[in-house]
């Protein structure tokens, strides 16, 4: 199946709010759990979460790393205003914690970060690029880095399956952003061959994950 590009960003407020009533927990918690097999030392002192969204996932890493100062940064406003919103009654991690509205390439968006984490941006980008060049102008020497995506399924008839597997209850607008998302995935070999590009390929790796997933980790030299 060849891949099939979706709008970059969410920027509908009923598609965000739609995404916001939605459980993403254990998907989130897996991902959370992952790092922490991956990186058993930690994630170091200041985090960048990538493509934030609704900041589930930004919430979780100051949860996880109290000592940690956590960055959420993603280009649709109408998801940021929801991650604002909740950040707003969580006083305990208003020190800690914060968002920013940016889409990448940003030369602006200041580096030295010890961790960078994305979960769910890759597909989304019309150029991939974008993102594994950005990783090295984020993040310090030896940084950690952890990317989950979904993976394109090989026809049009696996993703609708997928789709029927894992939303057949979930709203109309979920499901057909999930299929759509499906399209627009790359494939492990796909990913391989951009950070071959990226000059990333002796940092990074790349493999498949469960039945829809890849995920790409490793230390920025």
């Known amino acids: 199946m060849q891949r099939t590009p979706e709008p970059e960003l969410m920027t509908g407020e009923a598609q965000a709010r739609a995404y916001a009533a939605a459980d993403f927990s254990a998907g989130d918690q897996a991902l959370v759990q992952r790092l922490l097999e991956l990186f058993p030392a930690g994630l170091g002192d200041v985090l960048l979460d990538l493509g934030c969204g609704l900041g589930n996932i930004s919430f979780l890493l100051a949860r996880q790393f109290p000592a940690a100062q956590v960055l959420g940064v993603d280009g649709a406003a109408a998801m940021l205003r929801l991650a604002e919103q909740a950040l707003a009654?969580?006083?305990?991690?208003?020190?800690?914690?914060?968002?920013?509205?940016?889409c990448l390439p940003d030369p602006g968006l200041a580096g030295g970060y010890s961790a960078l984490v994305s979960n769910s941006l890759l597909h989304h980008l019309h150029d991939p690029q974008v993102l594994w060049q950005a990783l090295p102008q984020l993040g310090m020497s030896g940084a950690c880095v952890y990317v989950k995506d979904l993976r394109r399924p090989p026809s049009a008839e696996a993703a609708i399956h997928l789709q029927r597997r894992y939303l057949v209850d979930a709203p109309v607008v979920l499901q057909h952003d999930y299929l759509a998302s499906l399209h627009a995935a790359?494939?492990?070999?796909?990913?391989?061959?951009?950070?071959?590009?990226?000059?990333?390929?002796?940092?990074?790796?790349?493999?498949?994950l469960e039945d829809r997933y890849l995920e790409v980790w490793g230390r920025l030299l």
């Open 89 to 102: 009654s969580d006083q305990a991690l208003q020190q800690r914690l914060r968002f920013e509205q940016h």
């Open 186 to 208: 790359f494939t492990p070999t796909e990913v391989a061959q951009q950070l071959e590009q990226a000059g990333l390929a002796d940092q990074l790796q790349v493999a498949p």
